[in-house]
């Protein structure tokens, strides 16, 4: 699997190009009726550079299926796993301390499927992933539990909507489909 793909350069600190990036990375998640179209973008918080990007099932077909369906959250930390050739339990070494995560929907807090959440995988990685920025809220059709944003900033992850592309990001992550209001 390459996992090393060429990303734009963007200037550190600039959220909204960061979102932007993970929406184009939206644009890539294969459709389906039954999921969402979501990107994400792993970011060091100190030097701007991106570690990672990923979208909805983009490793589905290189992976077995978790639920089925892999999340953007997930691919992007499966991508650093693999380009520093680590076990995953050792993501938490190499990552930045200042990593910011950037992604279209908020991160699952309790999956159906019975499969780790990203907020839980997100956890595990509190000393490096300090910031998180999402576009849009975890529709509660889809959620068993829908206090991921809490748990998050309980942990000491702060967290930030961007409120300013939310129209986009929705249509984006819905196909055009009309399933909830936010």
């Known amino acids: 699997m390459d996992s090393t793909p060429s990303h734009p350069t963007i200037t550190q600190g600039d959220h909204k190009a960061f979102m932007q990036y993970a929406l184009e990375q939206a644009c890539l998640s294969p459709p389906a009726p039954t999921k969402f179209n979501v990107g994400a973008v792993l970011v060091d918080g100190d030097t701007g550079k991106i570690l990672s990007a990923g979208y909805t099932s983009e490793l589905l077909s290189e992976l077995p299926s978790d639920g089925g369906t892999i999340h953007a ?11 520093h050739n680590i076990p995953e339990q050792k993501l938490g070494d190499v990552l930045p301390k200042n990593t910011i995560l950037y992604t279209t929907m908020e991160p699952c807090n309790e999956r159906l499927s019975g499969s780790r959440s990203c907020v839980d995988r997100i956890l ?13 809220s975890e529709p509660g059709i889809l959620v068993l539990s829908d206090d991921g944003r809490r748990r998050l900033e309980d942990a000491g992850i702060e967290v930030r909507q961007m409120d300013s592309m939310q ?16």
């Open 73 to 83: 959250e997930h691919c992007c930390l499966i991508k650093v796993v693999e380009d």
């Open 124 to 136: 595990e990685l509190r000393d490096s992933i300090r910031v998180m920025y999402f576009g849009i």
């Open 167 to 182: 129209d986009q990001i929705l249509a984006i992550t819905t196909g055009g489909r009309q399933l909830w209001h936010q």
